[in-house]
C-alpha cells in the first residue's frame, strides 16, 4: 500500500488541514460518516470477524467483493445527498476514502479498481478547482482502469472550473499538463495533447514555476506539430497498463490497443503474453 500511495504527490494532507474548518460542519460529516451516510472502506472481514492470515482465499474473496458492491451502494448515495455547503469536505472525505480504497492491494487484487471512476466522479463534482488530485485521477483511472476517456472527462470539469480565475492557484497548470499526457500517451489526441500543453503553458508562465516550465510545455507542442507519430510512447504506455493490472476486462482492453497499434503478441512457453512493436518503415 505504501509504495503505490508514495507514486503521487501527498499535497492534499495540506489541503485538508488549510483554513478553518467550522465544528458544526465537521460534527455533521463525522454523523453522516457514523450513520454509513458518507460510507467507507472497512477492513475486509467474514463472519466471525477472522482476521485477513486467517482467511481462507475463497472467504477473502467473497468478503472483498461483499465489500466492493456495499462501497459501491454508499457512493452511489454519496452522488445524490445534498452538500448544505460543505461539497470541499464532502470531496475530502471521499479522496480519503479512495486512498483506503486503492491501498488495499489484496482486495483489489480480487475485484480491480473499478470503482476509482466512482470516488473521482464525486470529488471533480464537489471541487474540480482541487487541483492537487488530478495527477492521482490519471493514475487510477487511465492506468488501473484503462480508461483515458472517463479520466479526460473529469479532468475536463477541473479545465472548466479554473478557467474563470487560473492565478488562484498557482499549480493551475497541471490540470493542462496532466490532460495533455493522458491524450498524448493512451488516447493519441495529438490535436488535443497540443493544446493541452499549450494552455498549460499559458497558465504557468506567470508562476514561480513559469521560468521552467511555460519553454518547455511549448516546445512539447512544437515537437508534436512536427513529428505528431505517437505510436511508440502509446506502446509503452498501454505496455505499462497490460503488466500491473490484474483485471481481465482492462487487460484485453490494454492488448485490444496495443494490437491495434501493430505490436505483435508473444507467448512464453507457460502462455504468458508479451508484445513487441516491430520497426517503423
Given at each position: 500500500m505504501e509504495a503505490k500511495i508514495e507514486q503521487f504527490s501527498r499535497k492534499?494532507?495540506?489541503?485538508?488541514?488549510?483554513?478553518?474548518?467550522?465544528?458544526?460542519?465537521?460534527?455533521?460529516?463525522?454523523?453522516?460518516?457514523?450513520s454509513g451516510e458518507l460510507g467507507g472502506m472497512s477492513p475486509v472481514?467474514?463472519?466471525?470477524q477472522k482476521p485477513l492470515s486467517a482467511m481462507s482465499a475463497a472467504s477473502f474473496k467473497q468478503a472483498a467483493q461483499q465489500e466492493a458492491q456495499q462501497e459501491a451502494l454508499r457512493l452511489k448515495m454519496v452522488k445524490t445527498i445534498?452538500?448544505?455547503?460543505?461539497?470541499?469536505?464532502?470531496?475530502d472525505w471521499t479522496f480519503l476514502k479512495f486512498l483506503q480504497y486503492f491501498g488495499d492491494d489484496e482486495a483489489r487484487d480480487v475485484t480491480g479498481y473499478d470503482l476509482s471512476q466512482d470516488y473521482f466522479d464525486i470529488v471533480t463534482q464537489?471541487?474540480?478547482?482541487?487541483?492537487?488530485?488530478y495527477l492521482f485521477l490519471s493514475t487510477a483511472i487511465s492506468f488501473y482502469q484503462g480508461k483515458p476517456e472517463t479520466a479526460v472527462n473529469f479532468i475536463e470539469r477541473g479545465t472548466r472550473a479554473l478557467a474563470v480565475s487560473?492565478?488562484?492557484?498557482?499549480?493551475?497548470?497541471?490540470?493542462?499538463?496532466?490532460?495533455?499526457?493522458?491524450?498524448?500517451?493512451?488516447?493519441g489526441d495529438i490535436p488535443e495533447s497540443i493544446n493541452s500543453h499549450e494552455m498549460a503553458a499559458d497558465w504557468v508562465e506567470k508562476t514561480p514555476e513559469g521560468k521552467k516550465f511555460a519553454q518547455m510545455?511549448?516546445?512539447t507542442a512544437e515537437?508534436?506539430?512536427?513529428d505528431p507519430d505517437s505510436v511508440p510512447v502509446r506502446f509503452t504506455a498501454w505496455s505499462t497498463v497490460y503488466a500491473q493490472t490484474t483485471d481481465k476486462v482492462v487487460r484485453q482492453r490494454a492488448k485490444q490497443a496495443l494490437v491495434k497499434l501493430g505490436a505483435q503478441v508473444q507467448k512464453d512457453q507457460d502462455g504468458n503474453e508479451s508484445f513487441i512493436l516491430p520497426p517503423r518503415k
Open positions: 492534499w494532507l495540506s489541503l485538508i488541514v488549510n483554513g478553518a474548518i467550522g465544528l458544526a460542519a465537521l460534527a455533521g460529516v463525522v454523523a453522516m460518516q457514523s472481514r467474514v463472519q466471525g445534498p452538500s448544505f455547503g460543505f461539497d470541499n469536505l464532502i470531496a464537489r471541487d474540480p478547482r482541487w487541483v492537487d488530485i487560473p492565478q488562484l492557484h498557482s499549480q493551475s497548470w497541471i490540470v493542462w499538463r496532466t490532460k495533455g499526457l493522458d491524450e498524448l500517451l493512451l488516447l510545455f511549448r516546445a515537437y508534436l506539430r512536427r
